[in-house]
């Protein structure tokens, strides 16, 4: 037995799935969380039920990804029900995918979630009407609650016949499907989609075209519009007859503050400065505990055995690079993503990217890329993971672009460290300044050349509401896993190398043969090629690389004010670290990944190479 869950957005599928799968597919209060399939099995009775989570869609006829994935998957017709999930709130909207969904013809289940959001706003629910007119059964549920989940599977093994619907279509409408009926024996819900374009049977289809153009040029209207502003009053009617208010509970509308430009840009500023330096400031402190930690127990003890000089290299090398890595885990990534878990959950999001749609649609993306933005200023590799939020390729490319060159909380670190503390605090903020200039340029340009449609931002407004601990711990513990597997091994895999490289004198080597370019081009010394090359394990580990080549830690003796300057500009510009590299490869690809890493050289060392050149 296979059974599907389809619905609009954000309706709550995700989080009936993982129950009924014990699975953790992502559930966020965000459209679009879902977007490929996802499978799953329950068992129910000692009988083995395949269950397989779609993206929301809000139609099947549009020509998005989501909506054509979902489609195709209802055209196959390879599952023996499908449970409609619908958002009881929002019903009217929901409805119209469920029309739709209902002429496919498949057994079908109807589930109204969040019935507790219902009986807080003061409305009622009636399920008869939907049972009496599709023929087909209903199950209230409030899945953050687990309410009736059980009932679900229960009744998709009952259901055998499809949905008994007959939508009623303007006069010429059902002129059209009377008359494909005849010449074809097509049924009702197959001369529809027939009308619409769709269907396997090329003749059907093409009588329906002409059927179509004779309607369109009598009415002013497409037979798409005719039909779906036909679905639209239908869904309407049900949905006046199912949800009723019981009583006006006065309510004050917190959109009308969170979504004006004033205060809402505000208050968007605010939470987004609020959340950074809270992750810098608590991110600091608890990695300084964890640095301290392993320097005190494992790093100390561990020189102090006193091992082969091979050993001892490679083991402090992957000492360090654990220490680099779980120093930076748990402090940054894991406090950025409890932050946007509960961002998101709140359905802020939402909110924020209505806000920043704007200013996103000039350099090519639309609203939606604030949760990548945001999340780059803590890490580059959550942020590059969120990139799939994005609904074309177009966005995601470009986006993948500009997060990797978003100053993520080690670049900040070089910043501080190195700029901050040895040239002033206005060069300091001057990098920053640079740093952005370049994003927004590369943006603009990118926007103008990257192949693709463009997509306006439809996007639902989730309702606010408190986000629930649990799910966000949750949520945020499956995402830092994510970034521990992807990340951690190749940071020791890397580390390893390095300290190879370094004990055979490879390191020396190199550090003679490039210090003429080095000098050249950038004014800096053949060891500052090392740093940066360790910049790409980690970028603040070119901090602590060209400290210890350097043999001191007060960098501001041995190299000038401009070759510091020069040398944080080139790290912070230069290739993204290797975790990062390993996200991008996983979400766009490896042809984006050369470009990205390609262009993000050419930028460090030209940007590098003109000051250097511009102030000697
Ligand atoms: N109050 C309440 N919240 C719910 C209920 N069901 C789901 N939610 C919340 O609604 C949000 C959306 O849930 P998801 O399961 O991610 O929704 P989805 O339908 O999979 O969304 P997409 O993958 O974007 O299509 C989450 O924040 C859930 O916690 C419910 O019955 N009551
Ligand atoms: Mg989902």
């Avoid at 090329?202 to 502003?229: G, K, N």
């Avoid at 300084?288 to 020189?303: C, G, H, R, T």
């Avoid at 091979?310 to 220490?323: K, M, P, R, W, Y």
Wanted: proline share 5%; aromatic share 8%; glycine share 8%.
């Amino acid at each position: 037995m296979k059974f599907a869950l389809i619905g609009n957005p954000s309706v709550g599928k995700s989080l009936i799935f993982n129950q009924l799968t014990g699975l953790g597919v992502e559930v966020s209060n965000y459209p679009g969380t879902t977007v490929e399939l996802q499978r799953g099995n329950t068992c129910f009775q000692r009988e083995i039920v395949e269950l397989v989570d779609l993206p929301g869609v809000y139609s099947l006829e549009g020509n998005s990804d989501e909506e054509g994935l979902v489609r195709r998957f209802l055209e196959q017709q390879d599952v023996d029900a499908v449970i409609v999930v619908t958002n009881v709130t929002r019903l009217e909207r929901n409805l119209y995918l469920l029309l739709q969904v209902a002429e496919y013809g498949l057994p079908m289940v109807v589930v109204l979630n969040m019935i507790d959001e219902a009986a807080k706003r003061g409305l009622e629910v009636d399920p008869g009407p939907i049972h009496d007119l599709l023929g087909v059964e209903v199950i209230q549920t409030a899945a953050s609650q687990g309410k009736n989940i059980d009932r679900i599977i229960p009744a998709a093994l009952a259901a055998s016949s499809p949905s008994v619907v007959e939508i009623p279509y303007d006069h010429h409408i059902e002129a059209a499907v009377r008359s494909l009926g005849k010449m074809f024996g097509a049924d009702r819900k197959e001369s529809v989609r027939a009308l619409l374009g769709f269907g396997e049977n090329p003749e059907l289809i093409e009588a329906a075209r002409t059927i179509s153009d004779e309607i369109e040029s009598r009415h002013r209207m497409t037979v798409a519009q005719i039909i779906a502003a036909n679905r639209h009053n239908f869904a309407h009617e049900i949905a006046d007859l199912t949800v009723k208010e019981e009583l006006n509970l006065p309510q004050t509308d917190p959109d009308s503050i969170l979504t004006r430009l004033i205060p809402g840009m505000p208050i968007l500023i605010g939470i987004l400065i609020g959340m950074l330096l809270f992750v810098f400031i608590a991110g600091s402190f608890l990695e300084e505990i964890i640095v301290e930690f392993f320097d005190v127990f494992a790093i100390q003890p561990f020189v102090a055995l006193g091992l082969p000089p091979l050993v001892e290299t490679l083991g402090t090398s992957v000492l360090i690079a654990l220490q680099a890595g779980l120093g930076i885990a748990f402090p940054y990534v894991f406090l950025f993503y409890i932050i946007i878990s509960i961002l998101e959950d709140s359905g802020y999001m939402t909110r924020a990217a209505f806000l920043a749609d704007n200013a996103m649609h000039r350099v090519g993306m639309h609203g939606g890329a604030v949760i990548p933005f945001t999340l780059a200023f803590g890490c580059n590799v959550p942020a590059i993971m969120s990139i799939r939020l994005l609904r074309s390729r177009r966005e995601r490319i470009i986006a993948s672009f500009l997060v990797t060159m978003v100053p993520c909380s080690a670049r900040t670190v070089i910043i501080a460290g190195i700029v901050a503390s040895f040239v002033g605090i206005a060069a300091a903020f001057s990098v920053y300044a640079i740093v952005f200039l370049l994003i927004l340029i590369t943006g603009l340009v990118l926007s103008r050349v990257t192949p693709g449609e463009r997509f306006g931002m439809i996007m639902e407004m989730v309702p606010l509401r408190w986000p629930d601990p649990k799910l966000v711990m949750k949520k945020s513990w499956a995402r830092l896993s994510e970034f521990l597997f992807i990340a951690m091994p190749l940071l020791l895999a890397g580390s390893i190398v390095l300290g190879l490289l370094e004990f055979f004198g490879v390191m020396a080597y190199f550090e003679g043969l490039v210090e003429p370019y080095t000098m050249a081009l950038l004014g800096l010394p053949g060891y500052a090629a090392t740093a940066l090359i360790f910049g790409i394990l980690r970028k603040e580990m070119a901090f602590e690389t060209l400290a210890i080549l350097a043999g001191t830690a007060d960098l501001g003796a041995v190299l000038s004010s401009l070759q510091l300057y020069v040398f944080a500009i080139v790290t912070v510009l230069f290739v993204p670290c290797l975790a990062t590299i390993t996200v991008l490869l996983r979400e766009v690809g490896s042809r984006i990944t050369l470009a990205i890493t390609a262009y993000t050289v050419a930028l460090g060392l030209l940007v590098g190479g003109l000051i250097h050149y511009l102030l000697s």
